[in-house]
């Protein structure tokens, strides 16, 4: 286990076993604010980063900016000192015929990003840890949310792969959506496979669960208010689905114990 992270500047006794990986570094302060003795760690290329308990747990938050690279280098460096379970709490793009405003729980992802190839081979499948997600899925039903769980799809691209800018990008981009929403993709990010894969390379649970505030369908986005509200609920359902993890793990080895015997 390393001494200290290069870029976090962490030290394995200054985080914990789980971690939230969000974008975004204002959702940093929406969990910090949810925190007991909740310490900032790092703030240096805007990764800005904080350990507290949650209503008795250890929690990291990282924020990472955007795209997958920087996500990988986040992930991995709280791995090298610690961290085993992470859970990216993000938005997406919601694709045809979904609405804004749901929950998107990320069963798998198309390796359609770089990064996660420079961890693991072509073919290599990028797909959520079992037992976090069982513990999402939990919390987004007790919470009585708009929810979907389903197949995501990461790129780089944002303006070359997803949302289109010029002209000449329009019908390549449009033909791709079609093909994944054949395929029953419900979303499309720049982070969510890279987390799957990259973390299951370094023998992490990982999941992601994102909030669907943009339509490709008319570039359509959720209003301020309401992303606000559901950006609180997602750091909430973040924070719950840690917590509730350590009951989940408990559950599935009696429910196993009781199947040998």
């Not at 859970?87 to 929950?103: C, H, I, K, S, Y």
């Not at 959520?128 to 949310?145: F, G, K, M, N, P």
Request: with cysteine.
């Amino acid at each position: 286990m390393q001494e200290q992270a290069w870029y976090l500047r962490a030290t394995p006794s200054q985080v914990a076993d789980r971690a939230l990986l969000v974008g975004d570094r204002g959702r940093i302060d929406r969990i910090a604010v949810r925190l007991e003795d909740a310490r900032f760690l790092n703030d240096d290329r805007g990764l800005w980063t904080v350990t507290g308990l949650y209503e008795g747990t250890p929690v990291t938050a990282a924020a990472f900016g955007m795209g997958a690279p920087i996500a990988a280098i986040v992930l991995h460096e709280l791995s090298s000192i610690g961290t085993t379970t992470f859970l990216r709490l993000g938005t997406a793009m919601r694709l045809p015929p979904g609405g804004l405003g749901e929950f998107l729980l990320a069963e798998a992802a198309i390796r359609g990003e770089s990064t996660s190839g420079t961890y693991v081979p072509d073919g290599y499948p990028a797909v959520s840890d079992y037992l976090l997600q069982s513990a999402v899925r939990r919390e987004l039903a007790s919470a009585d949310e708009p929810w979907q769980a389903g197949m995501f799809a990461s790129y780089d691209g944002f303006y070359t792969q997803m949302l289109a800018l010029r002209e000449r990008e329009r019908a390549s981009i449009a033909e791709r959506v079609d093909e994944l929403c054949s395929l029953g993709v419900l979303a499309i990010d720049m982070e969510t496979s890279a987390v799957l894969a990259v973390a299951k390379a370094l023998g992490a649970r990982a999941s992601s669960l994102c909030l669907a505030t943009v339509a490709w369908e008319g570039a359509r986005k959720l209003d301020e208010a309401e992303r606000e509200q559901g950006e609180d609920r997602l750091v909430e359902i973040g924070l719950r689905s840690l917590k509730a993890l350590g009951d989940t793990v408990v559950e599935l080895e009696r429910t196993q114990s009781e199947e040998r015997t």
